[in-house]
């Protein structure tokens, strides 16, 4: 369904209606641009750290504009044994709605236009129909200025409609004075005929005040007094004769209209509240930048701290999955050979994956992946639902019995949960939105300063010793250096002790260096305000009551209500928020949602997709011996839902371990080349 501002309105229950009832929502964004300045490989630097990489988006990306998002939900039908789909398109695009509202500036990447005109966008559909949308903190000012001009006009100031009458003639300059009794002499005749209102010429701001001052004070009874904009955005005032109850009729009509309009420049924003609200699982595909520029625009601006962003990003969305991410990680990452969306797609209807059984719900425009429509942001977000549903099936053959039809509420699914797949990082796969990130060692990382004039080549003949390198721009005048070996770095380091062109550090000490800028920075910015919900406090402090029917503001770690499952236990919630990630991956017995018979999972080893280990111990293996290691077997007793050990383990079912090896658990084992 392609929603404009002509028919937003009215499809907004509909919108409401879908999100409410489907199992998980599948997301995605279209951009006016990617980059303001570094190139795309600057911007993925494959050694940035998750701060470092948030910090750059944040500065170099949000100054674009995200003015189309796919929406497509998904409701399982047991009684069809399929989805039904309910697949939106929002055209979007931030329209003041008047003076007082913001103006927003944002930019573009001639790149990307050029791009999404040759895929056939509509660019018309967003600049001359697109929804508006006002954030949190825009729409309690305008709030907040309105009250505040009602106000001021109960008091006299200002140019309603109706003013109490004055005691007093307003003062008109010279040069206005001819104007302004032009325009009472026309008001008289009004008065005098059978005409019931009268449309004076536009005219400038200022004049139209003085027209409401004098018009005031010489008819304090029988006149309403309006400003109309025609669709030229030219203003004019209209007078027209009333008695008392009229004017007052009126008057609530015209404040009415405003709570309307002001209602409606929130606009898309409502969509994305209600997202929030539902607390359904919200699928993409290499989502960063679509979390990170949904919640700028149509939530709040984005924190400066990447911990902030993360608690943020937890109240607006408790429950994320990026099929970028799923797709690159076991067991799936010896299966597929390209995670694009549109190939992702392709080899997901392949053995050993089977494609998903789907319809599109009645009235709703049904997609064809044959005519392949990618870059239009519904059909983007209607395919990485696809994509999701066909690696969500799939684990279910890990199972004992196998199953066909996997829950979105499974909790084979839940290790994937709340983890952005980061781009082109060569040891760090995800940003962790719910926990600590992974920290790898780097000790065979060099950081090098270099004069502006120096290309990579430069870099390779520096390093020509050291046999194969690999070289992550930082800027013009300064990359990360790779050595293939850990104890390389110390003779390099001593190679260049007495150079002057260039500066080699460890990437310890750089680290170190980064630190010590960010305290002297902390120390030198005022300290932020935590409201009692543990989040920053609004500049403003409004009173007014929310238009989507419940709290707005934000909360540190709060978490929407999950929805249970149809068909399912009410009283038990969504059946799998008790459990941690340390027991899934502890191989901790599960139960699905789906069915009353349980279903075990256990805790794999690098094989599988739970994987277990201390990053910084398992960064030096190898993913040969990584493969050479056995996958125990998931299995489920017939009817008895118990365990039966696999072979290779202990009685808990873990793998025994090694002497030495941490016993703290990760979701990934990330070796040294992702």
């Known amino acids: 369904m392609e929603l404009t501002r002509r028919n937003f309105k009215e499809s907004l229950g509909t919108v409401y209606e879908a999100i409410q009832e489907a199992d998980f929502l599948a997301i995605d964004g279209e951009f006016s641009g990617i ?36 929406l497509c939900t998904f409701k399982y039908d047991h009684s069809k044994s399929k989805y039904i789909i309910k697949p939106f398109n929002f055209y979007v695009f931030p329209k003041p709605f008047n003076r007082s509202s913001p103006d927003i500036k944002f930019i573009c990447q001639s790149s990307s236009i050029d791009f999404l005109a040759s895929q056939g966008f509509d660019f018309n559909k967003v600049f001359c129909h697109g929804i508006p949308y ?75 005040k003085l027209i409401y001052q004098t018009l005031n004070w010489k008819f304090p009874k029988g006149l309403h007094i309006e400003t109309v904009e025609t669709e030229k955005k030219e203003r004019f005032i209209q007078v027209s004769k009333v008695d008392d109850e009229e004017r007052r009729r009126r008057e609530q009509q015209k404040l009415e209209k405003e709570q309307e309009e002001l209602n409606d420049a929130v606009g898309f924003s409502r969509v994305i509240h209600a997202i929030s609200k539902s ?3 919200v699928v993409g595909h290499n989502m960063l930048l679509d979390v990170m520029h949904t919640i700028h625009q149509f939530y709040c601006p984005l924190p400066e701290d990447l911990q902030d962003f993360k608690e ?13 991410l799923m ?84 909790k084979l699914i839940e290790p994937f949960f709340n983890k952005l797949f980061l781009m082109r990082i060569i040891d760090i796969p995800y940003l962790n939105i719910t926990g600590p ?39 013009d005048t ?69 238009t989507f029917g419940y709290t707005r503001g934000l909360r540190k770690r709060c978490m929407s209500p999950a929805q249970p499952e149809e068909g399912g236990d009410p009283a038990s919630g969504d059946g799998w928020s008790h459990l941690s990630y340390a027991d899934v991956a502890g191989g901790k017995k599960l139960k699905t949602d789906e069915e009353a018979n349980s279903e075990a999972v256990e805790s794999k080893t690098s094989e599988g997709w739970l994987k277990t280990g201390d990053v910084s111990e398992s960064s030096g293996s190898s993913p040969e011996a990584e493969q050479a290691q056995s996958s125990p077997e998931v299995v489920d007793t017939e009817g008895t839902g118990g365990w039966q050990q696999a072979p290779g383990t202990n009685k808990k079912g873990h793998k025994k371990k090694k002497k030495g090896v941490s016993s703290s658990s990760t979701l990934f084992e990330v070796p040294e080349v992702w």
């Open 134 to 208: 006002l954030n949190q903190d825009e729409e309690v000012q305008l709030r907040e200025q309105t009250e505040e001009r009602r106000n001021q006009h109960a008091n006299g100031v200002g140019t309603p409609s109706f003013l109490s009458p004055s005691k007093s003639p307003a003062h008109v300059p010279e040069e206005h004075k001819d104007f302004i009794s032009r325009v009472v002499q026309k008001v008289e005749a009004l008065l005098s005929n059978a005409d019931k209102s009268l449309d004076l010429d536009p005219c400038t701001g200022f004049q139209r």
């Open 35 to 70: 980059s303001d300045g570094p190139n795309v490989s600057a911007l993925t630097n494959g050694l940035d750290t998750p701060e470092e990489r948030y910090t750059k988006l944040k500065k170099h990306s949000m100054d674009f504009l995200l003015f189309q998002f796919g």
């Open 478 to 546: 300064s990359a990360f250096v790779s050595l293939s070996q850990t104890d390389q770095v110390q003779i390099a380091m001593n190679t260049s002790r007495y150079a002057e062109s260039y500066k080699i550090q460890t990437y310890a000490e750089y680290v170190k260096a980064r630190q010590h800028e960010k305290d002297k920075q902390k120390q030198n910015q005022p300290h932020k305000s935590w409201a009692e919900d543990g989040w920053t406090k609004s500049h403003y402090t409004s009173t007014a009551s929310s």
């Open 312 to 324: 943020v990003t937890m109240c607006v969305f408790p429950r994320l999955l990026d099929t970028k």
């Open 279 to 281: 607390g359904k699982l």
């Open 437 to 475: 990130d992974l920290q790898p060692k780097r000790d065979h990382v060099l950081y090098v300063t270099f004069p502006k004039e120096w290309k990579t080549s430069d870099l390779y003949q520096l390093f020509s010793a050291f046999g194969n390198i690999q070289v992550s721009w930082i800027d």
């Open 327 to 410: 797709s690159s990680t076991q067991p799936f990452k010896e299966l597929i050979t390209n995670t694009s969306l549109a190939e992702l797609e392709k080899q997901l209807k392949e053995s050993p994956f089977k494609c998903p059984q789907v319809e599109t719900a009645d009235s709703f425009p049904s997609y064809d992946t044959a005519q392949e429509q990618l870059h239009e942001a519904g059909y983007d977000a209607y395919i990485t639902g696809l994509c999701f549903i066909s690696m969500t099936n799939y684990l279910g053959s890990f199972l004992t019995p196998p199953k066909g039809h996997i829950s979105v509420r499974s």
